[in-house]
């Protein structure tokens, strides 16, 4: 079954520091994954796409990495603002109509 | 200048009742979505359609009709509304058919009373 968790599910960071949300996939072929970034009440936007021969992709403060043989990837944000409060979802594409989409990790960042 | 836009943006309605989003997109995309998000923020494929042309329907009840009069347009219409179908909706648009970047709208919130 071609899934996508997140981890962890919410997390609550002070301003300026850094974190890591996670994204484990089964989805088999693998063409790309994609991190997006959702406002409240607005639609996903994407930060990064990553290849299988791509390791690591940085958007300003956002890096995204891709391990293709352990099917993991992260997405760090660095010296984090507080307009980085969002949910975060990974999907995964396996090059045919499906993609495959992770529950989002809720991140909140406090001043 | 939006690139996807979807009317209206909140919708309260009553149990049974028919109502219709709209969704437009100006960035030229052969492919548009619609996707629905419960209140646990998951996003669920529904429909997409390619050139006007329907190429996946997920299992969703037939009370969902879509309908794409040309390939910048993906209109939603739902029958007899329940209770369930509470959720946002968004449009989305991509380039390329499956491997692309998708490109959401605001979404429309679909409160079922």
Known sequence: KNQVEQSPQSL??????NCTLQCNYTVSPFSNLRWY?????????SLTIMT?????????RYTATL???TKQS?????????SDSASYICVVSRGDYK???????????RA | DTAVSQTPKYLVTQMGNDKSIKCEQNLGHDTMYWYKQDSKKFLKI???YNNKELIINETVPNRFSPKSPDKAHLNLHINS?????SAVYFCASSLGTYTGELFFGEGSRLTVL
Not at chain 1, 37 to 45: A, E, F, H, I, M
Not at chain 1, 52 to 60: A, D, H, I, Q
Not at chain 2, 81 to 85: A, F, I, K, S
Request: hydrophobic share 35%.
């Open chain 1, 37 to 45: 970034k959702q406002d409240t009440g607005r639609g996903p936007v």
């Open chain 1, 12 to 17: 609550i960071i002070l301003e300026g520091k």
């Open chain 2, 81 to 85: 509304l329940e209770l369930g179908d």
């Open chain 1, 52 to 60: 299988f021969s791509e390791n690591t992709k940085s958007n300003g």
């Open chain 1, 67 to 69: 391990d293709a043989d």
């Open chain 1, 99 to 109: 993609l495959s989409f992770g529950a989002g990790t809720t991140v909140t960042v």
């Open chain 1, 74 to 82: 992260s997405l760090h944000i660095t010296a984090s603002q507080l």
């Open chain 2, 46 to 48: 529904m429909f997409s």
